[in-house]
């Protein structure tokens, strides 16, 4: 059974700054990664796929992949307020397509 | 692209009467879509996997005969909580699996509120 691990904070971050989200798993073979942010009473959205190691840039987000630590991280540039969210991060299963969430990490971005 | 919906997004009923929840994929295929279940301020909790003329996959401690899930098509899945009762209260969550997909990425739908009075 493949273990995916966040803090669960909450990371308070001010307004501005850069807000940093680790996640690490435990299977070795893993080959893709997702991040979800989820707000308060609304659905996980999928905000950055990972899949090979090193960082891959979408706007104000980073992810980086690193396969020989088994870790995987979301840098938030500029953060802002209406970041304030639950960050989840989501690995597949081997068989069975499911995916392997952490217990998500809570952003408070300090305006 | 990667648009999915449900219908209804909030629905309150009696005990005992039973509600249908839809989700659908709109703009792509969906061979695979997975149901989840979220009580407030705890992570989700998958309760089913749905796939495409087959039948679904449940998870351990989940009833398959209280929670009915149907996949009758590549854009189309629907769950069916049978008797409901205020214990059944909760966010339900649907989400899908791209067909073909390499990378198994999910995009969930906008979910339903589920109130059993």
């Known amino acids: 059974q493949k273990e995916v691990e966040q803090n669960s904070g909450p990371l308070s971050v001010p307004e501005g700054a850069i807000a940093s989200l680790n996640c690490t798993y435990s299977?070795?073979?893993?080959?893709?990664f997702f991040w979800y942010r989820q707000y308060s009473g609304k659905s996980p959205e999928l905000i950055m796929s990972?899949?090979?190691?090193g960082d891959k840039e979408d706007g104000r987000f980073t992810a980086q992949l690193n396969k020989a630590s088994q870790y995987v991280s979301l840098l938030i540039r500029d953060s802002q307020p209406s970041d304030s969210a639950t960050y989840l991060c989501a690995v597949p299963q081997e068989y069975g397509n499911k995916l392997v969430f952490g217990a998500g990490t809570i952003l408070r971005v300090k305006s | 692209g990667a648009v999915v919906s449900q219908h209804p997004s909030r629905v309150i009923c009696k005990s005992g009467t039973s509600v249908k929840i839809e989700c659908r994929s709109l703009?792509?295929?969906?061979?695979?879509m997975f149901w989840y279940r979220q009580f407030p301020k705890q992570s989700l909790m998958l309760m089913a996997t749905s796939n495409e003329g087959s039948k679904a996959t449940y998870e351990q401690g989940v009833e398959k005969d209280k929670f009915l899930i149907n996949h009758a098509s590549l854009t189309l899945s629907t769950l069916t909580v049978t008797s409901a009762h205020p214990e059944d209260s909760s966010f339900y969550i649907c989400s899908a699996r791209v067909a073909g997909s390499t990378y198994n990425e999910q995009f969930f739908g906008p979910g339903t509120r589920l109130t059993v009075l």
């Open positions: 703009d792509f295929q969906a061979t695979t």
């Open positions: 299977d070795r073979g893993s080959q893709s």
């Open positions: 990972i899949y090979s190691n």
